[in-house]
């Protein structure tokens, strides 16, 4: 079995498919390596930024321009500014008028602002900016140049949400303003609208349909085709029995919709689907990724028109991000699949069958394809216009590019992407950027492996060669994690709570530099620390950052298209880049890759043993071992019949050890059994016989000589004197007592007990009761008949009780005054009898069982 066991490691395939891990970032990069980087906190003398912070809400990268959209500001950056500054070069103010309304309507005076959360180019020389302006959301239009204002206001009710925490996406498309937010105050009503539209009614989806929208949050929305589609995730209505599941999906509409009949779907979108988007790690049981937090604009990706998303695990779940690739044909092909509907009591939502699909097939566009013969969309067949609004879902889902995502990573929630297709010296990798909820910022590179013939003999890629994410399983292609970079600063970026979660990742590749957004601050990083390697050629290769190139004369230096000739780069990784530059410590342990600041990677890391072969080779030695641990015992053991010659004597047996003392017992011995003592009587109590006292010493009541120990049963007279001596002395009572005599039970209490050293009287000795206040009087007694007392005496004709009595716990009031009493220890009839020991088997009682 284990040689089976063996085998079937070494075989490939042998082992189950494991989850990706995480990458080890080949360079950290710490908050005093970014101190140096320019940021923007707010305006100079702008108190509200000073106290609240920059207040971020949207970027947009304009003809050379950054417009970053904020809290009642809007700034415009010059991208050419010198790499040291960050400082608008011309902003406007546009505040909110009516606050006091705002703050009757419940909310707080810091969201009683006019956060700006729409800001979209309309044309070549102008743009929308859209505003929350103290929840009643107003549009005005700007000019892009001069940030001056044209025409007039416009209501903003489904252009924009009235919360700044409510999602909202927007674009201008055939010269009209697609948006996606929530329409009221409440933030229930979900809206996918278009307006601004000349000459054509504006559209939306249907109102307060769970099937259509479910508190949706929108992330991105682009053009293609005779399509626009918005990305976006919601709770599943199809998920229902599982919970508040949240997935991520594609919709898209037709540009020239029109909206229904009068009979159906009128002023409504009649060509709305959406289809759920996977972005799961594949396996026996697929890992789904199913919360969408980011989308790229299309890229052209191995020539194929593709998006990047960013996706997250559930918001109760383990904290992990994925991204994954999908091409735009893949996402238009699925929009051809089959309707989705809820079936049976349950409420299973199972594939329609086509049979039962009206056509022209519903979500079409009049006009083309399958609908050639419509004019527009008011003319579809009732059944079409019936079966959409129905069945606004599809059954199925878009797959990734090459079945599995690019780059995961755990124990990190990532919430943005910003993707360069075109980095290195032949704009042939493809480098990502994403942002985390705590304020780092990763650079990874994607597809930098190529298949072995097209791969140049230098290790470079030659020019023409290209990436594609996408391709991930015909390539062979692995991320690597270039760098992990710590940004936010809370000294520097002031913010409400959860500040340091990154908003946005504008890159700016002429440039070499991201903007990354906070909600109080603006960052402006660099792509790449070329600097970092000085003149360690070994390091700066070993780095594969794409954005750093070799120079012998100048060392380790950004890329760029003026460089001189002769520039060396690996990102492939070349097996002979190994070592340490002269003078330069080894990498830190426990980093696999090494630190690229001080050294690269080590032959010894390059020349590890793959894991199915060590796992083979221990399970290997385990079963020699014990075949041969086997054999040994089988040789060894001697068979019960054999007789061998007569050992010789040894040596004189040693002297038996001496006996052990006796286990301490768990539990103590049980009693011998005994004669039920008998209960007191008021007869005389026979007395113990008395020692004789000692010349010069008071006589004392007491046993003579040491008695014998006690042992179980009831206690004897002697023991319940001495039990009574140590309740007098426990009492704490200053009174005298006399003191113990020789061969009295008060010899034999252990050395430093609290009353040894209490002297005792023959007379003062009497008993107090523990549960009366030593100030309380005792009550008047009367005298008990046929008592004796302990120590052989008389007892003195009636009078005022003396020794132990019994009495009230209280007193009574006007008795004698309380203290000590003259007299000995005397047995009354108030003595507790001692309870006999109850039987094991209680006999029944006369008629019952």
Same mark, same amino acid.
């Given at each position: 079995?284990?040689?089976?066991?063996?085998?079937?490691?070494?075989?490939?395939?042998?082992?189950?498919?494991?989850?990706?891990?995480?990458?080890?970032?080949?360079?950290?990069?710490?908050?005093?390596?970014?101190?140096?980087?320019?940021?923007?906190?707010?305006?100079?003398?702008?108190?509200?930024?000073?106290?609240?912070?920059?207040?971020?809400?949207?970027?947009?990268?304009?003809?050379?321009?950054?417009?970053?959209?904020?809290?009642?500001?809007?700034?415009?950056?010059?991208?050419?500014?010198?790499?040291?500054?960050?400082?608008?070069?011309?902003?406007?103010?546009?505040?909110?008028?009516?606050?006091?309304?705002?703050?009757?309507?419940?909310?707080?005076?810091?969201?009683?602002?006019?956060?700006?959360?729409?800001?979209?180019?309309?044309?070549?020389?102008?743009?929308?900016?859209?505003?929350?302006?103290?929840?009643?959301?107003?549009?005005?239009?700007?000019?892009?140049?001069?940030?001056?204002?044209?025409?007039?206001?416009?209501?903003?009710?489904?252009?924009? !949400?009235?919360?700044?925490?409510?999602?909202?996406?927007?674009?201008?498309?055939?010269?009209?303003?697609?948006?996606?937010?929530?329409?009221?105050?409440?933030?229930?009503?979900?809206?996918?609208?278009?307006?601004?539209?000349?000459?054509?009614?504006?559209?939306?989806?249907?109102?307060?349909?769970?099937?259509?929208?479910?508190?949706?949050?929108?992330?991105?929305?682009?053009?293609?085709?005779?399509?626009?589609?918005?990305?976006?995730?919601?709770?599943?209505?199809?998920?229902?029995?599982?919970?508040?599941?949240?997935?991520?999906?594609?919709?898209?509409?037709?540009?020239?919709?029109?909206?229904?009949?009068?009979?159906?779907?009128?002023?409504?979108?009649?060509?709305?689907?959406?289809?759920?988007?996977?972005?799961?790690?594949?396996?026996?049981?697929?890992?789904?990724?199913?919360?969408?937090?980011?989308?790229?604009?299309?890229?052209?990706?191995?020539?194929?028109?593709?998006?990047?998303?960013?996706?997250?695990?559930?918001?109760?779940?383990?904290?992990?991000?994925?991204?994954?690739?999908?091409?735009?044909?893949?996402?238009?092909?699925?929009?051809?699949?089959?309707?989705?509907?809820?079936?049976?009591?349950?409420?299973?939502?199972?594939?329609?069958?086509?049979?039962?699909?009206?056509?022209?097939?519903?979500?079409?566009?009049?006009?083309?394809?399958?609908?050639?013969?419509?004019?527009?969309?008011?003319?579809?067949?009732?059944?079409?216009?019936?079966?959409?609004?129905?069945?606004?879902?599809?059954?199925?889902?878009?797959?990734?590019?090459?079945?599995?995502?690019?780059?995961?990573?755990?124990?990190?929630?990532?919430?943005?992407?910003?993707?360069?297709?075109?980095?290195?010296?032949?704009?042939?990798?493809?480098?990502?950027?994403?942002?985390?909820?705590?304020?780092?910022?990763?650079?990874?590179?994607?597809?930098?492996?190529?298949?072995?013939?097209?791969?140049?003999?230098?290790?470079?890629?030659?020019?023409?060669?290209?990436?594609?994410?996408?391709?991930?399983?015909?390539?062979?292609?692995?991320?690597?994690?270039?760098?992990?970079?710590?940004?936010?600063?809370?000294?520097?970026?002031?913010?409400?709570?959860?500040?340091?979660?990154?908003?946005?990742?504008?890159?700016?590749?002429?440039?070499?530099?991201?903007?990354?957004?906070?909600?109080?601050?603006?960052?402006?990083?660099?792509?790449?620390?070329?600097?970092?390697?000085?003149?360690?050629?070994?390091?700066?290769?070993?780095?594969?950052?794409?954005?750093?190139?070799?120079?012998?004369?100048?060392?380790?230096?950004?890329?760029?298209?003026?460089?001189?000739?002769?520039?060396?780069?690996?990102?492939?990784?070349?097996?002979?880049?190994?070592?340490?530059?002269?003078?330069?410590?080894?990498?830190?342990?426990?980093?696999?890759?090494?630190?690229?600041?001080?050294?690269?990677?080590?032959?010894?890391?390059?020349?590890?043993?793959?894991?199915?072969?060590?796992?083979?080779?221990?399970?290997?030695?385990?079963?020699?071992?014990?075949?041969?641990?086997?054999?040994?015992?089988?040789?060894?053991?001697?068979?019960?019949?054999?007789?061998?010659?007569?050992?010789?004597?040894?040596?004189?047996?040693?002297?038996?050890?001496?006996?052990?003392?006796?286990?301490?017992?768990?539990?103590?011995?049980?009693?011998?059994?005994?004669?039920?003592?008998?209960?007191?009587?008021?007869?005389?109590?026979?007395?113990?016989?008395?020692?004789?006292?000692?010349?010069?010493?008071?006589?004392?009541?007491?046993?003579?000589?040491?008695?014998?120990?006690?042992?179980?049963?009831?206690?004897?007279?002697?023991?319940?004197?001495?039990?009574?001596?140590?309740?007098?002395?426990?009492?704490?009572?200053?009174?005298?007592?006399? !003191?113990?005599?020789?061969?009295?039970?008060?010899?034999?209490?252990?050395?430093?007990?609290?009353?040894?050293?209490?002297?005792?009287?023959?007379?003062?000795?009497?008993?107090?009761?523990?549960?009366?206040?030593?100030?309380?009087?005792? !009550?008047?007694?009367?005298?008990?008949?046929?008592?004796?007392?302990?120590?052989?005496?008389?007892?003195?004709?009636?009078?005022?009780?003396?020794?132990?009595?019994?009495?009230?716990?209280?007193?009574?009031?006007?008795?004698?005054?309380?203290?000590?009493?003259?007299?000995?220890?005397?047995?009354?009839?108030?003595?507790?009898?001692?309870?006999?020991?109850?039987?094991?088997?209680?006999?029944?009682?006369?008629?019952?069982?």
């Amino acid at each position: 079995m284990p040689f089976i066991l063996l085998l079937l490691t070494i075989i490939p395939g042998g082992l189950a498919q494991t989850f990706p891990r995480d990458l080890v970032a080949r360079s950290t990069v710490g908050l005093a390596a970014t101190a140096a980087c320019p940021r923007f906190g707010g305006l100079r003398g702008d108190n509200g930024s000073a106290q609240l912070g920059l207040g971020f809400q949207h970027m947009l990268r304009l003809n050379g321009t950054l417009l970053v959209a904020a809290r009642d500001h809007i700034y415009a950056f010059d991208l050419g500014q010198d790499e040291g500054l960050l400082y608008p070069e011309r902003h406007l103010t546009w505040e909110p008028r009516d606050r006091e309304n705002c703050a009757m309507r419940g909310r707080l005076q810091d969201e009683c602002h006019n956060y700006i959360r729409v800001l979209v180019p309309r044309d070549a020389g102008t743009l929308l900016a859209c505003g929350t302006n103290a929840f009643s959301p107003r549009c005005r239009t700007y000019q892009v140049s001069s940030l001056t204002q044209e025409g007039e206001e416009v209501s903003g009710q489904a252009r924009c !949400p009235f919360d700044a925490k409510q999602s909202v996406v927007a674009l201008f498309v055939d010269g009209s303003l697609y948006s996606a937010t929530v329409a009221d105050f409440q933030a229930s009503d979900a809206v996918i609208y278009r307006s601004l539209s000349p000459g054509r009614p504006p559209l939306r989806t249907l109102k307060y349909s769970s099937r259509w929208l479910q508190e949706p949050h929108f992330v991105r929305a682009l053009p293609y085709g005779p399509y626009v589609y918005f990305f976006f995730r919601e709770v599943a209505v199809e998920l229902g029995a599982l919970g508040k599941v949240a997935v991520a999906r594609v919709a898209r509409v037709c540009r020239n919709d029109r909206g229904g009949s009068p009979r159906a779907l009128e002023r409504r979108w009649t060509s709305f689907l959406k289809v759920r988007l996977h972005c799961a790690v594949p396996g026996d049981a697929v890992f789904y990724f199913d919360v969408l937090e980011a989308v790229t604009p299309p890229w052209a990706l191995h020539g194929r028109p593709a998006v990047l998303a960013l996706f997250g695990t559930q918001p109760n779940s383990i904290p992990g991000s994925a991204v994954c690739a999908f091409y735009l044909a893949d996402v238009e092909r699925a929009f051809d699949g089959p309707f989705a509907e809820p079936r049976g009591a349950a409420g299973t939502w199972t594939p329609v069958p086509e049979d039962r699909v009206p056509q022209p097939r519903p979500g079409c566009c009049a006009g083309t394809g399958a609908a050639a013969g419509i004019g527009t969309s008011g003319d579809f067949p009732d059944e079409t216009l019936a079966f959409a609004k129905e069945h606004p879902l599809l059954h199925g889902a878009v797959a990734p590019a090459g079945g599995r995502p690019l780059f995961t990573r755990t124990g990190a929630r990532l919430t943005q992407l910003a993707v360069d297709v075109g980095a290195g010296p032949w704009g042939n990798q493809t480098v990502l950027f994403l942002g985390a909820e705590d304020g780092r910022v990763l650079k990874v590179l994607v597809a930098t492996r190529q298949p072995e013939a097209t791969r140049h003999p230098a290790g470079t890629s030659a020019p023409g060669e290209t990436g594609d994410p996408g391709d991930t399983g015909d390539t062979g292609s692995e991320p690597l994690l270039l760098e992990d970079i710590s940004l936010y600063d809370p000294a520097r970026c002031r913010g409400p709570r959860g500040a340091s979660r990154v908003l946005g990742l504008e890159l700016h590749p002429p440039g070499r530099e991201l903007y990354v957004a906070f909600a109080g601050c603006l960052v402006r990083l660099p792509l790449s620390r070329c600097a970092r390697h000085g003149a360690c050629r070994r390091s700066c290769l070993a780095a594969r950052d794409p954005y750093c190139v070799w120079l012998p004369a100048e060392g380790c230096v950004p890329f760029s298209k003026d460089l001189p000739s002769g520039f060396e780069q690996d990102v492939e990784g070349s097996p002979g880049i190994v070592g340490s530059c002269p003078g330069e410590d080894a990498p830190a342990a426990g980093d696999s890759d090494g630190d690229v600041a001080h050294g690269v990677r080590g032959a010894e890391a390059a020349a590890a043993v793959p894991v199915p072969v060590l796992v083979g080779c221990v399970l290997g030695a385990f079963a020699l071992g014990a075949v041969a641990a086997g054999l040994m015992a089988t040789g060894c053991r001697r068979p019960p019949g054999h007789k061998g010659p007569p050992e010789p004597p040894g040596p004189a047996a040693a002297p038996p050890p001496p006996a052990q003392p006796p286990a301490p017992r768990l539990y103590p011995p049980l009693p011998a059994p005994r004669d039920p003592p008998e209960l007191p009587t008021p007869e005389p109590t026979p007395q113990p016989p008395r020692a004789e006292p000692r010349r010069g010493q008071a006589a004392h009541p007491g046993p003579v000589g040491c008695p014998e120990p006690p042992g179980p049963g009831p206690p004897a007279k002697a023991a319940l004197e001495e039990l009574l001596q140590r309740l007098h002395g426990a009492g704490g009572s200053g009174w005298p007592v006399t !003191p113990p005599a020789a061969g009295s039970f008060a010899n034999r209490v252990r050395p430093g007990a609290p009353f040894s050293g209490v002297p005792l009287t023959p007379r003062d000795g009497a008993m107090r009761r523990l549960d009366v206040p030593p100030d309380s009087p005792p !009550p008047p007694r009367r005298a008990l008949a046929h008592t004796h007392s302990l120590g052989g005496a008389p007892t003195r004709p009636p009078g005022p009780g003396r020794g132990l009595t019994r009495m009230h716990s209280l007193g009574t009031p006007g008795g004698p005054p309380w203290g000590p009493r003259p007299g000995t220890l005397e047995r009354s009839l108030s003595l507790k009898p001692p309870i006999l020991p109850k039987p094991l088997l209680l006999p029944a009682a006369p008629g019952r069982p």
